[in-house]
């Protein structure tokens, strides 16, 4: 498996969550990595980047409420997740900028 998603699920609206993705390290360790979410009807948009050095980059709707990471160790990049919105509700996937998609994590934000 090449990119690995995991941590999704049902939140409450102000809640939090984190996603995590492991990846394979030949694809990891030169990579800038993203999140992407695809809600039911949308197209696929980015979430958040982080560059090998850790410079981050996010989309104007998760500002000051969404963290990237990367832990260049354990080739696994993250996504805090806090003061969820229920428009914050889709599919969340895991990249290293486009070449290979993780399968897919669901998060459901209640209101």
């Known amino acids: 498996v090449q990119l690995q998603a995991s941590g999704g699920g049902l939140a409450q609206a102000g809640g939090s969550l984190r996603l995590a993705c492991a990846a394979s390290?030949?694809?990891?360790?030169?990579?800038?990595m993203g999140w992407y979410r695809q809600a039911p009807g949308k197209q696929r948009e980015l979430v958040a980047l982080?560059?090998?050095?850790?410079?981050?980059n996010y989309a104007d709707s998760v500002k000051g409420r969404f963290t990237i990471s990367r832990d260049n160790a354990k080739n696994t990049v993250y996504l805090q997740m806090n003061s969820l919105k229920p428009e914050d509700t889709a599919v969340y996937y895991c990249?290293?900028?486009?070449?290979?998609w993780g399968q897919g994590t669901l998060v459901t934000v209640s209101s």
């Open positions: 990249s290293n900028g486009g070449s290979y």
């Open positions: 390290a030949s694809i990891f360790r030169f990579s800038l």
């Open positions: 982080i560059a090998i050095g850790g410079s981050t």
